[in-house]
């Protein structure tokens, strides 16, 4: 055969082949899009669970406390810095609201001057952090009555405020049979009066008995009151220090936190991303933040993770930074 036999020939199969592919395209199209696959994407896009992230004032104590910082600059400082939302933690403001006996016009006060910075920088007010003002989960009924009243004005402060919630503390004992049914009183008793004003009150896993999920689960589930929750924060899992303190002394048990997380999801009504220290990659070095993202979001959690960092390496804005700039990069 020639080369103009062979040329042709090639021609001749090259037709055949288009030919074919045409015909087979025809019998198996590319499935269009209707409506309703269309909507059911649309559907999928926005059921994918929105995150956005908030800062916890507590990420800046040392600058308050030792470095002489105006605690009402914080929302000037979260907008600098590019957050949506606050956190307000009361023990910041207590040297002035103390001096004042947490009177009335000192509470109307400070809620008017935080609510004016709010404003004015468009800062989202979520939460305030509420510490020092007597034990929920006292086993003296008339001091854990006591310590709920005191809680009253912070609920009102937050109604004031526009955020959904407070946060408490759930101590008092640390003897697990004692602490939950002390701990379902005293919550029950703050969210009755929480709920008329349209208030949320959380609580955080915190040191004691709060620390341990599965007890905390426990008292979630016998309050079953809608305004009642949770806020999981990634690094106080300590359930037992040295000196049988709440805080201070050295940790000698911890619960597992990624455990700790899962469980308390269920209930959270915010997120606490606690930050210690960084890699030169920008990951935190004692809490995989990855996997704690990855358990919120399979949980089906939206709305804010807060930023709060507690380390000694960084400075307080240098981690506020790092541990905002790897909570960025893990949702994207």
Known sequence: MNKRSLAQNGILALVAVALFGIMSCKQNPKPEKTEETESEEMAMEDSKPELKISLAQWSMHKMIFEGGVDPYTFAEKASKWGFEGLEYVSALYYKELQAANFSEEAMDNWVAKSKAESEKYGLENLLIMVDGQGDLANVDEAARKAAVE???????????????????NLNGTQDPAEWVPASVSGLTQ?????????????????????????LLV???????????GTLPDFGNFCI??????????KCVEEYDRYKGVEELMPYAKGVSGKSFDFDAEGNETTIDFARMIRIMEDAGYSGYIDVEYEGNVLSEEEGILATKKLIERLLE
Do not use: Q
């Open 218 to 228: 426990e008292v979630m589930k016998k309050v079953n009151m809608e305004n009642v």
């Open 150 to 168: 005191n809680h009253y004005k912070w609920v009102d402060a937050a109604a004031a405020l526009g955020c959904h919630s407070i946060r408490v």
């Open 240 to 249: 037992k220090r040295a000196a049988g303190d709440y805080y201070e002394s």
């Open 190 to 214: 703050l969210a009755t009066y929480a709920k008329d004003k349209g208030i949320n009150v959380i609580i955080e896993n915190h040191g004691g008995p709060s620390s341990n999920a599965e």
